[in-house]
């Protein structure tokens, strides 16, 4: 079995301006935080992030996850279901600094679950009627073009076409792993990591544990290894 270990100075080789990367987990817990130190150490910029929030600005309330590279201004879009408890984020959205897709979580998870599944979008019929519908797009489908989420009428209800979402990297972090990427997950660090770990094109998993195949349960993994391609071990 080829090594999946990864350095954590190797991460900066996947790297690069204007990318996209899903961040998993719940207000900072299941998002990498020794990975998102080094995209930050990298100097890459111009990132478009996807994550289910914007954890804190102030590491003394809570993990920093994707707040750091908010904070130092490597983030050009942001799609997420809430910035409530990051006042930078929040800032830089009203002055334009940055752009921020806000999507209802559900369907934020639902739009990451379609896209590492090959699905063409998801139907539902949460934010008809409110802002969430009037997002502005730039998207082709079957050669039509909309600037705006398209809404779709079945059985006399409206739906919004809600579009999948990839990712050229995935990075998540996992209580466990054995040598071959089999994760297991401790509570709302699981939040969206296990999706994602399908969306990514690229998925770097950062490790508290690593232990050998086939020491974990087969009944306690929640992402297979098959989908992971690089484990940052413990320091």
């Known amino acids: 079995m080829k090594s999946k270990r990864l350095e954590i100075e190797q991460v900066a080789s996947f790297l690069r301006d204007g990318m996209t990367i899903m961040y998993g987990g719940f207000m900072g817990n299941g998002t990498p935080p020794r990975i998102m130190q080094a995209i930050l150490d ?20 809570g993990p920093e996850g994707v707040g750091l590279l908010i904070r130092n201004k490597r983030v050009k879009k942001l799609i997420t279901g809430h910035i409530g408890l990051n006042k930078e984020a929040q800032r830089q959205m009203i002055a334009g600094e940055m752009e921020i897709e806000l999507s209802p979580i559900g369907t934020l998870a639902e739009r990451i679950r379609a896209g590492g599944s090959g699905l063409g979008g998801v139907i539902t019929p949460t934010g008809v009627g409110t802002s969430v519908g009037e997002v502005k797009m730039d998207v082709s489908i079957n050669g039509q073009k909309f600037n705006q989420k398209q809404t779709i009428n079945i059985n006399g209800r409206d739906f919004l076409l809600e579009l999948p979402l990839v990712a050229d990297l995935a990075v998540l972090e996992a209580v466990k792993a054995d040598a071959f990427g089999n994760l297991v997950y401790f509570r709302s660090m699981r939040n969206h990591n296990p999706l994602m770990a399908l969306a990514g094109k690229t998925v770097i998993v950062e490790a508290h544990e690593v232990v050998e195949v086939g020491a974990i349960d087969p009944d306690l993994i929640m992402t297979p290894g098959i989908l992971v391609d690089h484990i940052v071990y413990p320091a």
């Open 42 to 61: 990298s100097g890459v910029k111009d990132l478009t992030m996807i994550g289910d929030d914007t954890a804190f600005l102030d590491a003394t309330k």
